[in-house]
């Protein structure tokens, strides 16, 4: 078994040391406090989708990790939170390299003790006509929006397991395509000219197996772990850059993304509409998810 996963069931299975809480300093009235605030990461929340619920998560109390790569952007959101009273920070990672996807994750396991709320939300559409390039040599939409969370997640689960309660949501999408596992990086696909393409809609379903497959294998550990379709063409800079009509708004997304985060819906769900929903067919192939994972962990340098 390879490093990361052997650490991700040990620590499942308990063996991992409990660290001591994360405390922030709070101020009330004149007395200082310091009391535990829970701890947060959304991933590409400099805009979108992931900088409204950063700043209903910095609203709700929680410390929140805001993530991207533009600096400007994320320190806006920062700022927004503060200005609502709320407490955050930027934290800037590239996915399209899974080296500092790692720094990330290893910056956080350093500073600190436990992981409440991983959302993992940062997407791209499309690798915008080649402009997007890997640093790893990987197909680009499927790096970002699926293999840099599922990196990711691997190396924050035993933190969050101190933390149990916790939870994990992906946000995926209801443009879904069957993963060609003999294609993943989609050498042999040729663009069609189609809005919502097959890079894109494949990455979705991936997060989606690797969603069923996590939450399995977490079972009874405290982390529930869901996935979304968080609603149709909201208006965001990925479908406006699509050239797409925006359909619904932020807020309704972000309506979906917290029900995930504070009510008890339990875990192992793909969720549209805020009911279970069924996702594609091949999410419910076994073989499929663990094809999926042992490629995964190849990709990300873990291979058995
Ligand atoms: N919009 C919709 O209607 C819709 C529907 C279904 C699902 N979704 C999903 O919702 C999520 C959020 O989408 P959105 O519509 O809010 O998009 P958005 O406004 O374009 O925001 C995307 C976020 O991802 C970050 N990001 C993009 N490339 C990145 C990279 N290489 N490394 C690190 N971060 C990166 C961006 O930050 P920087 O630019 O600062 O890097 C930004 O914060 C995505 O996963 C998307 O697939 C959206």
Do not use: C
Request: net charge negative.
């Amino acid at each position: 078994m390879n490093l990361v996963s052997s650490r991700l069931l040990s620590a499942a299975a308990g063996a991992l040391l409990t660290l001591p809480a994360f405390f922030v300093q709070v101020q009330a009235g004149s007395e200082e406090q310091v009391e535990r605030a829970p701890l947060a990461l959304v991933t590409g929340s400099t805009r979108g989708l992931g900088a409204e619920v950063a700043r209903r998560l910095g609203a709700k109390g929680y410390h929140v990790i805001v993530h991207g790569r533009s600096v400007e952007r994320g320190q806006a959101v920062v700022a927004s939170i503060k200005e609502a009273g709320g407490s955050g920070e930027f934290r800037r990672a590239d996915f399209l390299s899974l080296n500092e996807v790692r720094e990330l994750a290893f910056g956080i396991l350093d500073d600190f003790q436990r992981l409440d709320l991983l959302v993992n939300n940062a997407g791209i559409g499309s690798d915008e006509n080649g402009r997007l390039v890997s640093a790893d040599g990987l197909e680009p939409v499927f790096q970002v929006n699926y293999l840099a969370h599922f990196l990711l997640t691997e190396l924050l689960v035993p933190m969050m397991l101190d933390a149990a309660p916790a939870r994990i949501v992906n946000v995926s999408s209801g443009a879904q395509t069957a993963i060609d596992f003999d294609d993943l990086m989609l050498e042999h696909w040729e663009p069609d000219g189609r809005q919502i393409g097959r890079p894109y809609a494949q990455s979705k379903l991936a997060q989606i197996l690797h969603t069923y497959d996590i939450a399995e294998r977490l079972e009874g550990a405290g982390i529930a772990v869901n996935a979304l379709h968080p609603a149709t063409f909201m208006d965001t800079y990925m479908v406006r850059q699509a050239g797409i009509e925006p359909r619904a708004t932020v807020d309704e997304g972000a309506d979906r993304v917290m029900q995930l985060i504070v009510e008890d819906v339990g875990s192992g769900h793909y969720f549209v509409d805020g009911e279970p929903a069924r996702a594609h067919e091949q999410a419910y192939d076994e073989a499929a998810r663990l094809r999926l994972r042992e490629l995964s962990l190849e990709l990300i340098g873990h291979g058995g």
